[in-house]
């Protein structure tokens, strides 16, 4: 199904909206993250970044010495520098439309929520990517079969009978382009010595456009 939930990263660390600055600076260096949802009793609040931190002006206070920029982070408040309106998905929506959401607000991440609110995880563009090499089966053993198919009722059943007639399976499809009543399909199948497919889809009077084989 390719729900956020099956992709986001669980267990999210999150902060306090009376956290400082320079605990978020430490928390984010310790565990290597760069986004930090903020919650009040599980709820979510804001949402705190590196690049907020760069842009807030505690870390460009140049004229400031080593020791008054330390205390001035260790007084500014998550608070004072979050987003507020967070923008955000439900755990049970489609990838697809977390990846739309992203686009849309030009965003890198979305914290995460169930149906009561709760934060339970967060979604990058690194999921995203995950996921569009799963829908594609990128890291599977076979062949990926680029083919030209007309497109009209019925078309994939008669494709994939020659799949079937060379006993080959086919594990995943995807349409990438259309043009003059043409689809590309990419098509993931479990063969690595794909030739004798190759030949036979083309002798049935289909263009194969690419065809890639892995096998490790």
Known sequence: MFKVKDYMTKNVICAEPDATISQIIDLMKEKGIHRVPVVEKGKLVGLITEGMISNSGTTNATSLSIYELNYLLSKTTVSTVMVKKV?????????????????????????VTNASG????????NDVFKCFLNVLGWDEVGSRITVAVKDEIGAIGKLSQIFVENNVNINHIGVYSFEDGIANLVIRCDTTEPDDLQADLERKGYKVLECFVRDK
């Open 118 to 125: 709760d934060v339970t995880g967060i979604v990058t563009q």
């Open 87 to 111: 923008i955000s998905v439900d755990e049970n929506e489609l990838m697809e439309y977390a990846t739309q959401k992203m686009l849309k607000n030009n965003i890198g991440c979305l914290p």
